[in-house]
């Protein structure tokens, strides 16, 4: 599997694959559940290989650590998995 840094690098960078609409979905540590974001609502800070800032859709900013990256879809389908305490 592809790590979570190098394909969210694919989606910023690459024209052609990144055309497409991405969502990306992270467990909560508070309610164990997968939240969503668009990848449009997302930001990477310069220097930070760890996390990225999520605008939830209350206006909220969040800052997530990549290792609680959960799922990426792409046009709806799912293209990237990995499990973790949120499932089963």
Not at 9 to 32: C, M, N
Not at 49 to 73: K, Q, T, Y
């Amino acid at each position: 599997m592809i790590p979570i840094q190098d394909l969210l690098h694919r989606i910023q960078w690459d024209p052609e694959f990144g055309k497409a609409q991405f969502v990306i979905g992270y467990s909560d540590r508070l309610t164990r559940e997968i939240v969503k974001v668009p990848f449009q609502h997302i930001r990477f800070a310069s220097g930070d290989h760890f996390a990225f800032d999520a605008l939830e859709d209350d206006g909220s900013v969040h800052s997530v650590p990549l290792h609680r990256v959960r799922e990426v879809w792409r046009d709806g389908v799912l293209i990237w998995h990995r499990e973790g305490p949120t499932q089963g």
